[in-house]
């Protein structure tokens, strides 16, 4: 008996977009041009970024409230 054996293609990654010289790429293009792991550890740290900054802003908002001054009077 012969077993039926499915056989995978090999797949590849594709070639980075856009121009070939990093020289003449766009920011976007760079990051396209990223292997999908760098990218989503990137994005990844850049959400963590962001969080840390929104939780540290809430933090010191409440230890070091607003003061409301009020403006200078005008002359009429």
Request: aromatic share 6%; charged share 20%.
């Amino acid at each position: 008996m012969k077993k039926n054996r499915r056989v995978m293609p090999q797949t590849r990654s594709p070639p980075p977009p856009g121009p070939e010289s990093v020289a003449e790429r766009s920011l976007w293009q760079s990051y396209l041009a990223l292997p999908a792991n760098t990218r989503l550890k990137l994005s990844v740290g850049m959400a963590i970024f962001a969080a840390t900054g929104i939780v540290a802003s809430n933090y010191l908002e409440k230890k070091i409230p607003v003061t409301v001054t009020e403006p200078p009077a005008e002359d009429k």
